[in-house]
């Protein structure tokens, strides 16, 4: 049994993303990977989460590498409840890495922010492009 359960929705073809993951792991965890982009979301999960969070749609609205502007998004009077809508129909619209454990639920950019989430810490971590976490 895990004493100390973490999820992560996760993109592996995010940098970010695959740094906080190797993190996770690094400090002696296995959590469960969902990843968002196969798997979708759901209007009620995305509300969970973001209130868990703290924070509403669009603060977590992801805008690169997304069809955010086309769809018209990223307009001041689209509603929480339209920007759901949309991260429903484009999972790619929601910023990752979203880490979920019992100290709190982060959008984890940088990726060292995952730290703050857990139990114990890696010993020692080196990110993707060289860049040395100070742990």
Known sequence: MNDFPITIYHNPDCGTSRNTLAMIRAAGYEPTVIEYLKVGWTRTG????????????????????????????????????????????????????????????????????????????????TKEDGEVVQL
């Open 46 to 125: 995305l509300q969970d989460l973001f209130a868990a969070m703290h924070v509403g749609a669009r603060d977590v609205l992801r805008q690169k590498g997304t069809p955010a502007a086309e769809l018209g998004l990223l307009d001041p009077g689209v509603s929480d409840s339209q920007l759901l809508e949309a991260m429903v129909a484009h999972p790619i619209l929601v910023n990752r890495p979203i880490v979920v454990t019992p100290k709190g639920v982060k959008l984890c950019r940088p990726s060292e922010a995952v730290l703050a989430l857990l139990d114990r810490k890696p010993q020692s971590f």
